[in-house]
């Protein structure tokens, strides 16, 4: 089966810093995929925080997280990376892994972790 695994969230404070790792499984994982993090905090949409793209590794980061998080990708170990540092309170949220490609006639493969919780707090 697919599964994409998120983990590494936590309760840190302000300044604080976390890795959130998300393990890939039932597929292969390359640079085929687009990969990024999403998060949605409590009453809000899901917003994009970090993406890369498969084919020559483009990276894009939200304005509020510019300088503070780093996507990384481990094609042997199978496995999506966010450093995150300064954290901030409104950096709060549970966070989502997805990996996507494009097969041939126009259909995507797009897959989804379950999310680990992310809580900045004082």
């Known amino acids: 089966d697919v599964q994409l695994q998120a983990s590494g969230g936590g309760l840190v404070q302000p300044g604080g810093s976390l890795t959130l790792s998300c393990a890939a499984s039932?597929?292969?994982?390359?640079?085929?995929?687009?990969v990024g993090w999403f998060r949605q905090a409590p009453g809000k949409v899901r917003e994009a925080v970090s993406c890369?793209?498969?084919?020559?590794?483009?990276?894009y980061y939200a304005d509020s997280v510019k300088g503070r998080f780093t996507i990384s990708r481990d094609n042997v170990k199978n496995t999506l990376y966010l450093q995150m540092n300064s954290l901030k309170l409104e950096d709060t949220g549970v966070y989502y892994c997805?990996?996507?490609?494009?097969?041939?006639?126009?259909?995507?493969?797009?897959?989804w972790g379950q999310g680990t919780q992310v809580t900045v707090s004082s």
């Open positions: 997805n990996a996507e490609r494009r097969r041939g006639g126009g259909e995507w493969d797009d897959y």
């Open positions: 039932g597929f292969t994982f390359d640079n085929n995929y687009a």
């Open positions: 890369m793209s498969g084919s020559d590794g483009t990276i």
